[in-house]
Protein backbone atom coordinates (compact mmCIF):
# COMPACT_ATOMS: atom_id res chain seq x y z
CA UNK A 1 0.00 0.00 0.00
CA UNK A 2 1.50 3.45 -1.24
CA UNK A 3 2.24 6.12 1.80
CA UNK A 4 0.11 8.38 -0.36
CA UNK A 5 -3.25 6.75 1.19
CA UNK A 6 -2.08 8.22 4.54
CA UNK A 7 -1.83 11.72 3.14
CA UNK A 8 -3.88 14.35 5.02
CA UNK A 9 -5.54 11.38 6.98
CA UNK A 10 -7.00 10.17 4.35
CA UNK A 11 -7.25 6.49 5.09
CA UNK A 12 -7.76 7.53 8.91
CA UNK A 13 -11.21 9.45 7.86
CA UNK A 14 -12.17 6.01 5.41
CA UNK A 15 -11.46 3.76 8.19
CA UNK A 16 -13.79 5.98 10.42
CA UNK A 17 -16.43 5.71 7.86
CA UNK A 18 -16.17 1.80 7.96
CA UNK A 19 -16.73 1.84 11.76
CA UNK A 20 -13.31 1.36 12.10
CA UNK A 21 -10.46 2.72 14.71
CA UNK A 22 -9.75 6.13 12.84
CA UNK A 23 -5.90 6.46 14.54
CA UNK A 24 -5.48 2.89 13.41
CA UNK A 25 -6.18 2.25 9.75
CA UNK A 26 -6.23 -0.99 8.41
CA UNK A 27 -3.60 -1.67 5.34
CA UNK A 28 -5.28 -0.77 2.58
CA UNK A 29 -4.97 -2.94 -0.71
CA UNK A 30 -4.26 -0.29 -3.46
CA UNK A 31 -4.10 3.67 -4.15
CA UNK A 32 -6.14 6.47 -2.95
CA UNK A 33 -6.01 9.19 -5.39
CA UNK A 34 -5.12 11.65 -2.69
CA UNK A 35 -5.37 14.97 -4.44
CA UNK A 36 -7.55 16.83 -7.52
CA UNK A 37 -5.42 15.98 -10.70
CA UNK A 38 -5.58 16.26 -14.33
CA UNK A 39 -3.57 13.51 -14.52
CA UNK A 40 -4.39 9.62 -14.22
CA UNK A 41 -5.30 9.72 -10.94
CA UNK A 42 -1.68 8.72 -9.50
CA UNK A 43 1.06 11.88 -8.71
CA UNK A 44 3.38 11.61 -11.24
CA UNK A 45 6.22 9.50 -10.77
CA UNK A 46 4.12 7.44 -8.06
CA UNK A 47 5.70 3.48 -8.35
CA UNK A 48 2.71 1.44 -9.46
CA UNK A 49 2.83 -2.11 -8.80
CA UNK A 50 0.97 -3.62 -12.14
CA UNK A 51 -3.37 -4.33 -11.45
CA UNK A 52 -3.15 -3.19 -8.24
CA UNK A 53 -6.62 -0.87 -8.15
CA UNK A 54 -6.69 2.69 -8.60
CA UNK A 55 -9.69 4.18 -6.43
CA UNK A 56 -10.26 7.62 -8.01
CA UNK A 57 -12.07 10.29 -7.07
CA UNK A 58 -14.44 11.26 -10.31
CA UNK A 59 -15.71 9.37 -13.80
CA UNK A 60 -13.59 12.08 -15.51
CA UNK A 61 -10.41 10.92 -13.64
CA UNK A 62 -11.49 7.44 -14.73
CA UNK A 63 -11.30 8.08 -18.27
CA UNK A 64 -8.58 9.84 -18.71
CA UNK A 65 -6.57 7.52 -16.69
CA UNK A 66 -8.13 4.43 -19.15
CA UNK A 67 -7.09 6.35 -22.07
CA UNK A 68 -3.33 6.36 -20.17
CA UNK A 69 -3.22 2.64 -19.91
CA UNK A 70 -4.44 2.00 -15.99
CA UNK A 71 -7.17 -0.57 -15.37
CA UNK A 72 -8.63 -1.53 -12.31
CA UNK A 73 -9.95 1.47 -11.73
CA UNK A 74 -12.83 2.10 -9.08
CA UNK A 75 -14.16 5.58 -8.95
CA UNK A 76 -15.14 6.31 -5.11
CA UNK A 77 -15.03 9.65 -4.70
CA UNK A 78 -13.10 12.03 -2.65
CA UNK A 79 -12.49 11.35 1.19
CA UNK A 80 -13.30 14.80 1.80
CA UNK A 81 -16.99 13.52 0.65
CA UNK A 82 -17.03 10.95 3.08
CA UNK A 83 -15.46 13.51 5.85
CA UNK A 84 -18.42 15.67 4.90
CA UNK A 85 -20.97 13.18 5.70
CA UNK A 86 -19.03 11.89 8.73
CA UNK A 87 -19.50 15.69 9.55
CA UNK A 88 -22.60 17.46 8.19
CA UNK A 89 -22.86 21.42 8.81
CA UNK A 90 -24.35 21.83 12.41
CA UNK A 91 -27.71 22.75 12.11
CA UNK A 92 -29.67 25.87 14.26
CA UNK A 93 -28.06 29.05 13.94
CA UNK A 94 -24.83 29.31 13.25
CA UNK A 95 -22.29 32.54 12.97
CA UNK A 96 -22.56 33.96 9.85
CA UNK A 97 -20.01 33.23 7.37
CA UNK A 98 -17.57 36.00 7.00
CA UNK A 99 -14.51 37.17 4.59
CA UNK A 100 -12.46 35.02 2.38
CA UNK A 101 -10.22 32.05 2.87
CA UNK A 102 -6.97 32.24 0.25
CA UNK A 103 -4.86 28.98 -0.61
CA UNK A 104 -1.81 30.05 -2.57
CA UNK A 105 -0.54 27.53 -4.95
CA UNK A 106 1.92 25.54 -3.29
CA UNK A 107 4.71 23.25 -3.76
CA UNK A 108 5.97 20.19 -2.07
CA UNK A 109 9.25 18.24 -0.50
CA UNK A 110 10.40 17.74 -4.13
CA UNK A 111 9.57 20.42 -5.91
CA UNK A 112 9.19 24.36 -4.95
CA UNK A 113 7.07 26.85 -6.48
CA UNK A 114 8.47 29.99 -7.56
CA UNK A 115 6.26 33.38 -8.26
CA UNK A 116 5.94 37.11 -7.02
CA UNK A 117 4.13 36.96 -4.12
CA UNK A 118 3.62 40.74 -3.06
CA UNK A 119 1.81 40.90 -6.52
CA UNK A 120 -0.80 37.91 -5.39
CA UNK A 121 -1.03 39.96 -1.96
CA UNK A 122 -1.78 43.09 -3.67
CA UNK A 123 -4.32 41.44 -5.99
CA UNK A 124 -6.00 39.82 -2.93
CA UNK A 125 -6.30 43.17 -1.01
CA UNK A 126 -7.77 44.63 -4.67
CA UNK A 127 -10.63 41.97 -4.50
CA UNK A 128 -11.59 40.84 -1.17
CA UNK A 129 -14.08 42.76 1.02
CA UNK A 130 -13.82 41.60 3.79
CA UNK A 131 -11.34 40.00 6.56
CA UNK A 132 -8.70 37.63 4.84
CA UNK A 133 -7.20 34.19 5.60
CA UNK A 134 -3.99 32.43 4.31
CA UNK A 135 -4.23 29.22 4.41
CA UNK A 136 -0.13 27.94 3.66
CA UNK A 137 0.63 24.59 2.87
CA UNK A 138 3.12 23.45 5.59
CA UNK A 139 6.41 24.02 3.40
CA UNK A 140 5.72 27.55 2.71
CA UNK A 141 3.81 27.96 6.44
CA UNK A 142 7.77 26.99 7.66
CA UNK A 143 9.33 29.30 5.58
CA UNK A 144 9.75 32.43 7.34
CA UNK A 145 9.93 34.60 4.39
CA UNK A 146 6.94 33.98 2.99
CA UNK A 147 5.20 33.37 5.97
CA UNK A 148 6.49 37.01 6.78
CA UNK A 149 4.83 38.41 3.70
CA UNK A 150 1.52 37.48 4.36
CA UNK A 151 1.70 38.35 7.79
CA UNK A 152 3.03 41.76 7.33
CA UNK A 153 -0.11 42.14 4.82
CA UNK A 154 -2.63 42.23 7.73
CA UNK A 155 -4.02 38.63 6.61
CA UNK A 156 -4.73 35.88 9.39
CA UNK A 157 -2.13 33.40 8.56
CA UNK A 158 -3.36 29.30 9.36
CA UNK A 159 -2.00 26.17 8.59
CA UNK A 160 -4.43 22.68 8.20
CA UNK A 161 -1.46 20.61 9.32
CA UNK A 162 1.63 17.80 8.26
CA UNK A 163 0.28 16.37 5.35
CA UNK A 164 2.46 13.10 6.02
CA UNK A 165 5.31 11.81 4.26
CA UNK A 166 5.75 8.17 4.32
CA UNK A 167 3.44 7.30 6.78
CA UNK A 168 5.91 9.62 9.54
CA UNK A 169 3.90 13.07 11.33
CA UNK A 170 0.79 12.56 9.51
CA UNK A 171 -1.99 15.09 10.84
CA UNK A 172 -4.91 12.53 11.34
CA UNK A 173 -6.50 15.60 11.56
CA UNK A 174 -6.12 17.22 9.02
CA UNK A 175 -9.12 17.62 7.15
CA UNK A 176 -11.30 18.07 9.93
CA UNK A 177 -9.16 21.57 10.65
CA UNK A 178 -9.48 22.21 7.07
CA UNK A 179 -13.39 21.62 7.07
CA UNK A 180 -14.03 23.67 9.98
CA UNK A 181 -11.70 26.81 8.65
CA UNK A 182 -13.34 26.60 4.95
CA UNK A 183 -16.96 26.65 6.79
CA UNK A 184 -16.47 29.76 8.72
CA UNK A 185 -15.93 31.82 5.56
CA UNK A 186 -17.50 33.33 2.45
CA UNK A 187 -15.50 32.55 -0.15
CA UNK A 188 -12.95 30.30 -0.84
CA UNK A 189 -10.36 31.46 -3.04
CA UNK A 190 -6.83 30.63 -4.91
CA UNK A 191 -4.63 31.04 -7.73
CA UNK A 192 -4.87 27.49 -8.91
CA UNK A 193 -7.63 25.44 -9.45
CA UNK A 194 -6.82 23.15 -6.88
CA UNK A 195 -8.34 20.19 -3.95
CA UNK A 196 -8.54 22.94 -1.58
CA UNK A 197 -10.75 24.88 -3.97
CA UNK A 198 -13.36 22.17 -4.66
CA UNK A 199 -13.35 21.35 -0.82
CA UNK A 200 -14.30 24.69 -0.50
CA UNK A 201 -17.44 24.64 -2.83
CA UNK A 202 -18.53 21.61 -2.01
CA UNK A 203 -18.63 22.70 1.73
CA UNK A 204 -20.58 26.07 1.05
CA UNK A 205 -17.97 28.72 0.01
CA UNK A 206 -18.10 30.38 -2.94
CA UNK A 207 -15.29 30.10 -5.00
CA UNK A 208 -13.10 32.52 -6.98
CA UNK A 209 -9.42 31.70 -9.18
CA UNK A 210 -7.49 34.75 -9.83
CA UNK A 211 -3.90 36.29 -9.69
CA UNK A 212 -0.38 34.95 -11.44
CA UNK A 213 -0.87 30.88 -10.76
CA UNK A 214 3.29 30.91 -10.58
CA UNK A 215 5.43 27.98 -11.45
CA UNK A 216 6.50 24.93 -10.06
CA UNK A 217 9.87 23.46 -10.54
CA UNK A 218 9.81 20.98 -12.93
CA UNK A 219 6.01 21.05 -13.26
CA UNK A 220 5.65 17.75 -16.02
CA UNK A 221 3.77 19.76 -18.94
CA UNK A 222 2.43 16.32 -20.40
CA UNK A 223 -1.16 17.33 -19.49
CA UNK A 224 -1.20 20.82 -20.29
CA UNK A 225 -0.62 22.69 -17.01
CA UNK A 226 -2.49 26.19 -15.86
CA UNK A 227 -3.21 26.81 -19.74
CA UNK A 228 -5.22 23.50 -19.90
CA UNK A 229 -6.92 23.58 -16.74
CA UNK A 230 -8.07 27.18 -18.12
CA UNK A 231 -9.48 25.98 -21.26
CA UNK A 232 -11.28 23.28 -19.50
CA UNK A 233 -12.99 25.07 -16.57
CA UNK A 234 -13.26 28.60 -17.72
CA UNK A 235 -16.00 28.82 -15.45
CA UNK A 236 -14.07 28.75 -12.56
CA UNK A 237 -11.58 31.54 -13.72
CA UNK A 238 -12.51 35.09 -12.40
CA UNK A 239 -12.66 37.65 -9.09
CA UNK A 240 -16.57 36.50 -8.68
CA UNK A 241 -17.79 33.17 -10.41
CA UNK A 242 -20.95 31.27 -11.10
CA UNK A 243 -21.67 29.49 -7.82
CA UNK A 244 -24.32 26.84 -8.69
CA UNK A 245 -22.57 25.75 -11.81
CA UNK A 246 -19.57 25.78 -9.37
CA UNK A 247 -20.50 23.82 -7.31
CA UNK A 248 -22.18 21.04 -9.58
CA UNK A 249 -18.92 21.23 -11.30
CA UNK A 250 -17.49 20.39 -7.79
CA UNK A 251 -19.79 17.55 -7.20
CA UNK A 252 -18.58 16.03 -10.60
CA UNK A 253 -14.89 16.38 -9.27
CA UNK A 254 -15.11 14.95 -6.10
CA UNK A 255 -17.36 12.26 -7.28
CA UNK A 256 -20.50 13.11 -5.30
CA UNK A 257 -22.60 10.58 -6.99
CA UNK A 258 -20.31 7.97 -6.50
CA UNK A 259 -19.61 7.23 -2.57
CA UNK A 260 -19.90 3.94 -1.65
CA UNK A 261 -21.39 2.40 1.29
CA UNK A 262 -18.89 1.26 4.10
CA UNK A 263 -19.35 -2.11 3.21
CA UNK A 264 -18.55 -1.77 -0.30
CA UNK A 265 -15.06 -0.03 0.89
CA UNK A 266 -14.26 -2.76 3.18
CA UNK A 267 -14.67 -5.18 0.49
CA UNK A 268 -12.43 -3.60 -2.20
CA UNK A 269 -10.03 -2.23 0.67
CA UNK A 270 -9.83 -5.72 1.84
CA UNK A 271 -10.49 -4.03 5.39
CA UNK A 272 -11.77 -6.67 7.90
CA UNK A 273 -15.54 -5.69 9.28
CA UNK A 274 -15.85 -3.70 12.51
CA UNK A 275 -15.61 -6.12 15.37
CA UNK A 276 -13.23 -9.01 13.38
CA UNK A 277 -9.78 -9.42 14.59
CA UNK A 278 -7.87 -6.97 13.01
CA UNK A 279 -5.47 -8.27 10.17
CA UNK B 1 5.10 9.73 -21.58
CA UNK B 2 6.54 12.50 -23.69
CA UNK B 3 4.45 15.69 -25.26
CA UNK B 4 4.85 15.50 -29.02
CA UNK B 5 6.66 18.66 -30.86
CA UNK B 6 6.37 21.41 -28.57
CA UNK B 7 6.18 23.97 -31.23
CA UNK B 8 2.64 24.48 -31.58
CA UNK B 9 1.57 25.72 -35.27
CA UNK B 10 0.24 29.23 -34.94
CA UNK B 11 -2.82 27.89 -37.12
CA UNK B 12 -3.64 25.29 -34.36
CA UNK B 13 -5.67 26.54 -31.58
CA UNK B 14 -6.00 24.42 -28.47
CA UNK B 15 -10.06 24.80 -27.86
CA UNK B 16 -10.22 22.79 -24.72
CA UNK B 17 -10.69 19.12 -23.93
CA UNK B 18 -7.69 18.93 -25.93
CA UNK B 19 -6.20 15.23 -25.28
CA UNK B 20 -2.24 16.32 -25.54
CA UNK B 21 -0.46 12.37 -25.21
CA UNK B 22 -3.31 10.55 -27.32
CA UNK B 23 -3.47 10.12 -31.00
CA UNK B 24 -6.84 8.71 -33.50
CA UNK B 25 -4.21 8.22 -35.85
CA UNK B 26 -2.08 5.69 -34.68
CA UNK B 27 -1.66 2.40 -36.39
CA UNK B 28 0.74 0.98 -33.88
CA UNK B 29 -1.99 1.41 -30.96
CA UNK B 30 -4.92 -0.01 -34.16
CA UNK B 31 -6.53 3.51 -34.29
CA UNK B 32 -6.91 4.52 -37.87
CA UNK B 33 -8.70 7.98 -39.16
CA UNK B 34 -11.13 7.92 -41.77
CA UNK B 35 -9.21 7.84 -44.85
CA UNK B 36 -9.29 6.49 -48.21
CA UNK B 37 -10.21 7.60 -52.12
CA UNK B 38 -13.71 6.56 -51.73
CA UNK B 39 -14.48 8.72 -48.33
CA UNK B 40 -12.28 10.98 -49.88
CA UNK B 41 -14.23 10.84 -52.84
CA UNK B 42 -17.64 11.47 -51.11
CA UNK B 43 -16.20 14.58 -48.97
CA UNK B 44 -15.22 16.28 -52.26
CA UNK B 45 -18.03 15.88 -53.98
CA UNK B 46 -19.53 17.87 -51.34
CA UNK B 47 -17.32 20.81 -51.03
CA UNK B 48 -17.21 21.07 -54.85
CA UNK B 49 -21.02 21.33 -54.93
CA UNK B 50 -21.03 24.39 -52.63
CA UNK B 51 -20.34 27.60 -54.70
CA UNK B 52 -17.58 29.70 -54.36
CA UNK B 53 -14.53 29.74 -51.29
CA UNK B 54 -17.17 28.58 -48.47
CA UNK B 55 -16.37 27.39 -44.96
CA UNK B 56 -16.03 23.64 -44.52
CA UNK B 57 -15.74 22.02 -40.99
CA UNK B 58 -14.03 19.00 -41.02
CA UNK B 59 -15.06 16.93 -37.55
CA UNK B 60 -13.06 14.17 -35.88
CA UNK B 61 -10.04 12.01 -37.25
CA UNK B 62 -9.65 12.01 -41.01
CA UNK B 63 -6.51 11.44 -43.22
CA UNK B 64 -4.54 14.06 -43.60
CA UNK B 65 -4.45 13.26 -47.24
CA UNK B 66 -7.87 13.18 -47.28
CA UNK B 67 -7.94 16.94 -45.80
CA UNK B 68 -5.50 18.20 -48.15
CA UNK B 69 -7.93 16.73 -51.19
CA UNK B 70 -10.63 18.77 -49.74
CA UNK B 71 -8.43 21.62 -49.40
CA UNK B 72 -7.02 21.50 -52.91
CA UNK B 73 -10.73 22.45 -54.05
CA UNK B 74 -10.60 25.79 -52.47
CA UNK B 75 -12.92 25.67 -49.51
CA UNK B 76 -11.53 27.41 -46.25
CA UNK B 77 -10.92 24.26 -43.99
CA UNK B 78 -11.48 23.84 -40.06
CA UNK B 79 -10.50 20.99 -38.89
CA UNK B 80 -12.21 19.77 -35.05
CA UNK B 81 -9.89 17.24 -33.33
CA UNK B 82 -9.62 16.48 -29.77
CA UNK B 83 -5.62 14.59 -30.55
CA UNK B 84 -3.25 17.38 -30.44
CA UNK B 85 -0.43 15.25 -32.70
CA UNK B 86 -3.64 14.53 -34.95
CA UNK B 87 -4.66 18.40 -35.15
CA UNK B 88 -0.62 19.16 -35.47
CA UNK B 89 0.21 17.10 -38.44
CA UNK B 90 -2.69 18.68 -40.54
CA UNK B 91 -1.62 21.82 -39.26
CA UNK B 92 2.05 21.63 -40.66
CA UNK B 93 1.40 20.03 -43.73
CA UNK B 94 -1.80 22.61 -44.48
CA UNK B 95 -0.94 26.04 -43.27
CA UNK B 96 -3.82 27.48 -44.39
CA UNK B 97 -6.12 25.42 -42.89
CA UNK B 98 -7.52 26.67 -39.53
CA UNK B 99 -6.99 23.33 -36.75
CA UNK B 100 -9.04 23.41 -33.70
CA UNK B 101 -8.06 20.93 -31.02
CA UNK B 102 -10.49 19.51 -28.36
CA UNK B 103 -13.94 18.57 -27.80
CA UNK B 104 -16.79 19.03 -29.98
CA UNK B 105 -18.73 20.72 -26.52
CA UNK B 106 -16.45 23.67 -27.21
CA UNK B 107 -17.04 24.36 -30.42
CA UNK B 108 -17.82 28.04 -30.68
CA UNK B 109 -21.93 27.58 -30.95
CA UNK B 110 -21.81 30.99 -33.33
CA UNK B 111 -19.86 29.57 -35.59
CA UNK B 112 -21.00 28.04 -39.00
CA UNK B 113 -20.20 26.45 -41.65
CA UNK B 114 -21.47 25.56 -44.98
CA UNK B 115 -20.55 21.73 -45.00
CA UNK B 116 -19.67 19.50 -41.90
CA UNK B 117 -17.56 16.32 -43.00
CA UNK B 118 -17.64 13.94 -40.53
CA UNK B 119 -17.23 10.89 -42.40
CA UNK B 120 -15.58 9.23 -39.11
CA UNK B 121 -18.92 9.17 -37.03
CA UNK B 122 -19.44 11.23 -34.43
CA UNK B 123 -18.00 9.00 -31.16
CA UNK B 124 -14.92 10.46 -31.83
CA UNK B 125 -15.99 14.03 -31.10
CA UNK B 126 -15.62 14.27 -27.29
CA UNK B 127 -12.50 14.01 -25.64
CA UNK B 128 -11.82 12.03 -22.25
CA UNK B 129 -12.11 15.55 -20.98
CA UNK B 130 -14.98 17.58 -19.48
CA UNK B 131 -18.65 17.07 -21.22
CA UNK B 132 -19.24 13.35 -22.62
CA UNK B 133 -21.75 14.19 -25.27
CA UNK B 134 -23.94 11.53 -26.45
CA UNK B 135 -24.43 10.39 -29.93
CA UNK B 136 -27.56 12.88 -29.97
CA UNK B 137 -25.67 15.81 -28.44
CA UNK B 138 -23.31 15.11 -30.92
CA UNK B 139 -25.48 15.52 -33.54
CA UNK B 140 -27.35 18.81 -32.49
CA UNK B 141 -24.16 19.99 -32.17
CA UNK B 142 -22.94 19.67 -35.43
CA UNK B 143 -26.11 20.82 -36.68
CA UNK B 144 -26.08 23.84 -34.98
CA UNK B 145 -22.93 24.72 -37.00
CA UNK B 146 -24.22 24.31 -40.11
CA UNK B 147 -25.46 27.16 -42.12
CA UNK B 148 -28.60 27.13 -43.63
CA UNK B 149 -29.07 25.18 -47.11
CA UNK B 150 -25.67 23.43 -45.61
CA UNK B 151 -24.55 19.94 -46.34
CA UNK B 152 -23.72 17.28 -43.51
CA UNK B 153 -21.50 14.34 -45.00
CA UNK B 154 -21.69 12.56 -42.26
CA UNK B 155 -20.41 8.15 -41.40
CA UNK B 156 -22.15 6.25 -38.69
CA UNK B 157 -20.30 2.56 -37.95
CA UNK B 158 -23.02 -0.31 -37.81
CA UNK B 159 -22.74 -1.96 -35.11
CA UNK B 160 -24.20 -5.26 -36.65
CA UNK B 161 -21.87 -4.90 -40.07
CA UNK B 162 -20.19 -7.56 -41.11
CA UNK B 163 -17.30 -6.49 -39.76
CA UNK B 164 -18.45 -6.52 -36.51
CA UNK B 165 -20.04 -9.59 -37.17
CA UNK B 166 -16.55 -11.51 -37.71
CA UNK B 167 -14.26 -9.96 -35.15
CA UNK B 168 -13.08 -12.55 -32.59
CA UNK B 169 -13.40 -10.01 -29.78
CA UNK B 170 -17.18 -8.47 -29.59
CA UNK B 171 -16.96 -4.46 -28.90
CA UNK B 172 -18.06 -5.32 -25.30
CA UNK B 173 -14.80 -6.82 -24.25
CA UNK B 174 -12.68 -4.30 -26.09
CA UNK B 175 -10.06 -3.24 -23.47
CA UNK B 176 -7.62 -0.90 -25.48
CA UNK B 177 -7.02 2.93 -24.40
CA UNK B 178 -9.72 3.93 -26.60
CA UNK B 179 -12.30 2.11 -24.85
CA UNK B 180 -12.98 3.83 -21.98
CA UNK B 181 -16.78 4.50 -22.05
CA UNK B 182 -18.77 1.92 -23.90
CA UNK B 183 -19.50 2.78 -27.12
CA UNK B 184 -23.47 1.61 -29.42
CA UNK B 185 -26.05 -0.09 -26.86
CA UNK B 186 -25.17 2.18 -23.70
CA UNK B 187 -26.60 4.71 -26.22
CA UNK B 188 -29.98 5.56 -26.78
CA UNK B 189 -29.72 8.51 -28.79
CA UNK B 190 -27.63 6.03 -31.42
CA UNK B 191 -29.50 5.44 -34.29
CA UNK B 192 -29.60 1.43 -34.93
CA UNK B 193 -29.98 1.48 -38.29
CA UNK B 194 -29.41 3.21 -41.47
CA UNK B 195 -33.83 3.82 -41.40
CA UNK B 196 -33.22 5.06 -37.87
CA UNK B 197 -30.82 7.28 -38.79
CA UNK B 198 -32.88 8.55 -41.96
CA UNK B 199 -35.81 9.09 -39.65
CA UNK B 200 -33.33 11.08 -36.56
CA UNK B 201 -32.06 13.22 -39.94
CA UNK B 202 -35.28 14.09 -40.92
CA UNK B 203 -36.29 15.18 -37.59
CA UNK B 204 -33.46 17.55 -37.02
CA UNK B 205 -35.01 19.09 -40.42
CA UNK B 206 -32.54 17.53 -42.79
CA UNK B 207 -33.11 15.88 -46.18
CA UNK B 208 -31.08 12.86 -46.91
CA UNK B 209 -29.59 13.19 -50.37
CA UNK B 210 -27.79 10.22 -50.45
CA UNK B 211 -27.11 7.38 -48.25
CA UNK B 212 -24.42 4.34 -48.85
CA UNK B 213 -23.73 1.42 -47.04
CA UNK B 214 -19.94 1.04 -46.88
CA UNK B 215 -17.98 -2.08 -47.01
CA UNK B 216 -15.27 -3.59 -45.43
CA UNK B 217 -14.61 -1.06 -42.95
CA UNK B 218 -16.13 2.20 -41.99
CA UNK B 219 -13.17 4.02 -41.57
CA UNK B 220 -11.87 3.36 -45.14
CA UNK B 221 -14.40 1.75 -47.20
CA UNK B 222 -13.32 0.25 -50.59
CA UNK B 223 -16.88 -0.06 -51.92
CA UNK B 224 -19.75 2.00 -51.66
CA UNK B 225 -23.48 0.47 -52.19
CA UNK B 226 -26.12 3.66 -52.77
CA UNK B 227 -29.45 2.57 -51.79
CA UNK B 228 -32.45 1.00 -53.79
CA UNK B 229 -32.43 -0.11 -57.34
CA UNK B 230 -30.63 -3.60 -56.81
CA UNK B 231 -33.62 -5.66 -55.75
CA UNK B 232 -35.50 -6.29 -59.37
CA UNK B 233 -31.86 -6.40 -61.15
CA UNK B 234 -30.29 -10.32 -60.44
CA UNK B 235 -27.41 -9.56 -62.52
CA UNK B 236 -26.81 -6.34 -60.61
CA UNK B 237 -27.56 -8.17 -57.22
CA UNK B 238 -24.74 -10.94 -58.71
CA UNK B 239 -22.50 -7.76 -59.07
CA UNK B 240 -22.74 -6.32 -56.12
CA UNK B 241 -22.56 -9.44 -54.31
CA UNK B 242 -19.09 -10.32 -56.55
CA UNK B 243 -17.44 -6.64 -55.32
CA UNK B 244 -18.37 -6.49 -52.05
CA UNK B 245 -17.34 -10.34 -51.21
CA UNK B 246 -14.05 -9.68 -52.70
CA UNK B 247 -13.65 -6.49 -50.86
CA UNK B 248 -13.97 -8.23 -47.72
CA UNK B 249 -12.06 -11.26 -48.66
CA UNK B 250 -9.21 -8.63 -49.53
CA UNK B 251 -9.73 -7.14 -45.77
CA UNK B 252 -9.61 -10.17 -43.90
CA UNK B 253 -7.35 -11.84 -45.57
CA UNK B 254 -5.00 -13.01 -43.09
CA UNK B 255 -6.65 -12.15 -40.36
CA UNK B 256 -8.74 -14.38 -38.07
CA UNK B 257 -12.29 -14.11 -38.38
CA UNK B 258 -15.20 -16.08 -36.47
CA UNK B 259 -16.66 -16.88 -39.78
CA UNK B 260 -16.11 -15.98 -43.36
CA UNK B 261 -17.31 -12.35 -44.02
CA UNK B 262 -17.38 -13.14 -47.80
CA UNK B 263 -20.46 -15.54 -46.85
Known amino acids: ?279 | MTMPDTVVPSNLRLIGGEMLVWSDDDATAGRVAAHGRLLGTLAERACRALPGARRVLVAGPHSVALVARLAATGVKITCLVRAYADGAAVARRLPDARVLCGSLAKLDADEQFDAVVALDGLHRLSSVEGADLTWGESLERLIGALAPDGRLVLGLDNLLGVHRLVEMTPWYADETDAAWSPVGEYDESRPRSLHQLGERLGRAGLRVAASYAGYPLPGAPSVLVGAGGAADDAALRGFLDGTISAALGDAYAGTPVLSDPRR
Open chain 1, 1 to 279: MHHANHFYGHAHVLARYCGLDPERPPRLHGYVQHGWNIGDGLAPGTPYVARSPIYLWSEQTRRRAWSLGRRNTVVIGAPWVYLQQLEPEPAGPASPREGTIFYPFHGWEKQKVKGDHRGLISMIKEVEEGPVTICLYWQEFQTRRIRRLYERAGFRIVCHGYRGYWWDKTDTRFLYHQLAELRRHKRVASNRVSSALWYGILSGCEPAVYGDPMVLDDEDPTFGGIGRIRRQWPELHGTHVDVALARELAREELGVSFIASPSELREMFKWPSPGDEPL
